[in-house]
């Protein structure tokens, strides 16, 4: 069994059900395991025809390869690849699109914090890149509680081809860059936005960095030159949403 057809954590498996239970072929519980928490799962999964197996905590650990799987475990259909036809379908129908396009970000613990910031902050979608990235793997969902299956993650050939074709559809780019003079709190964040984030330590692309309508930073105090990418995204993200509620 391949690890990319497994999603396993509470909200992981709890959010999958809520939203794609069609995806669930099999269901595996911590034998023994009654408690409050997966009680609720265990009443989605069978309203929708899956009956949980019992499995000790070994095949849960080898399923998942030692992943933090809190005794809940399921195997599914692939989730739909999204591309820039479904990215264009959903400009088509949103009036203030508000996006998150992530260059390089290779650490799947990064893309599921990402996820989560931007489910929370009401990001429409997620843009990366087929190449030099990561995709929806079980770590990923596991770590995004179920934002996972809450923003769409559309994965686009050409990442900088992408970005103009975001600026044509009336959407303004603000990429974050150490040595931009302008700083995210002087920066009008409100209106149709997409938010490019690089990946840690090297930032974004050149060519990346050259697609955006403007470049901001982050003002830094201490002693520390830059931030975990998905701790960044989050400051960007609700800076953004502060904006766009005032």
Partial sequence: ???????????????????????????????????????????????????????????????????????????????KVLTENDLEALLDKTDTPFLLILDGVTDPHNLGACLRNADAAGVHGLIVPKDNSVGLTPVVSKVACGAAETVP??????????????QERGVWIAGTAGEATSTLYQADLKGPLAIAMGAEGK????????????????????????????????????????????
């Fill in 1 to 79: 069994m391949k690890k990319q057809e497994l999603v396993f954590g509470i909200h992981a498996v709890s959010s999958l059900l809520d939203h794609a239970p069609e995806r669930v072929l099999e269901m595996w519980l911590l034998s023994g395991r009654v408690d409050d928490r997966v009680q609720p799962l265990l009443a989605k999964a069978a309203a929708v025809g899956i009956r949980a197996q019992q499995a000790s905590r070994k095949t849960l650990d080898d399923k998942t390869e030692g992943g933090q799987h809190q005794g809940v475990v399921v195997r599914v259909r692939p989730a």
């Fill in 153 to 166: 993650l559309y994965q686009v050939t050409n990442l900088a081809r992408t970005m103009k074709r975001l």
């Fill in 203 to 246: 930032g974004l692309r050149r060519l990346s960095r050259e697609s955006c309508d403007t470049l901001i930073s982050i003002p830094m105090a201490g002693s520390v030159s830059s931030l975990n990418v998905s701790v960044a995204t989050g400051i960007c993200l609700f800076e953004a949403v502060r904006q766009r509620l005032g």
